[in-house]
């Protein structure tokens, strides 16, 4: 059995680099690009019935404190990253603060993942917005299957070498 060598990632048509002349999966090297400060922000949002984000937000849940167990999760699964998302880059963050917000529907989930280096943090804060909202469906689904998880999306993102990105207002 001969062991077949991933070449070295090309920039196609579209700029994109995760893949080598072969059409293979690479992980893009990121070595000659220089540090800068990196910020992503990342929103998302699970919806649920008004009985149960009202005790949630009453603290009277069977679980514990749903709500810094989510943030917690969240944070947690953002500094993971790299080890669940194939080609993606360990990034070592500076911080990532997740907020939790409750509205009439639900709950609005805000990640904000930060660092200096040479690649982004979108995938880290869209990570962990994803997990807290699986921890907070998993902590009160016994009272309510029904709840949808969704609008996980990219707000803003600065740093690097391409222009700062802000979502359209549809998204924010």
């Not at 800068?36 to 009202?54: C, K, N, P, Q």
């Not at 810094?68 to 669940?84: E, F, Q, W, Y």
């Amino acid at each position: 059995m001969t062991a077949v060598q991933t070449g070295q990632p090309i920039e196609n048509a579209d700029g994109f680099t995760h893949l080598d002349a072969q059409g293979r999966a690479v992980m893009v090297d990121v070595s000659a690009k220089a540090d800068t400060a990196r910020v992503a922000v990342a929103r998302g949002r699970i919806d649920m019935a008004a009985f149960v984000i009202e005790r949630i937000t009453r603290g009277d849940m069977p679980k514990g404190d749903v709500l810094a167990t989510a943030r917690i999760a969240g944070i947690m699964a953002g500094k993971k990253t790299s080890d669940l998302i194939p080609l993606c880059h360990p990034i070592a963050l500076t911080s990532l603060v997740v907020t939790i917000e409750s509205d009439t529907e639900g709950f609005v989930i805000e990640a904000t993942a930060k660092t200096t280096g040479p690649t982004g943090v979108e995938m880290e804060a869209l990570t962990a917005v994803s997990v807290c909202a699986l921890t907070l469906y998993d902590m009160c689904k016994a009272l309510d299957r029904e709840m949808r998880i969704g609008d996980i999306c990219l707000v803003s993102k600065t740093g690097g070498r391409s222009e700062a990105f802000e979502a359209r207002a549809a998204h924010k």
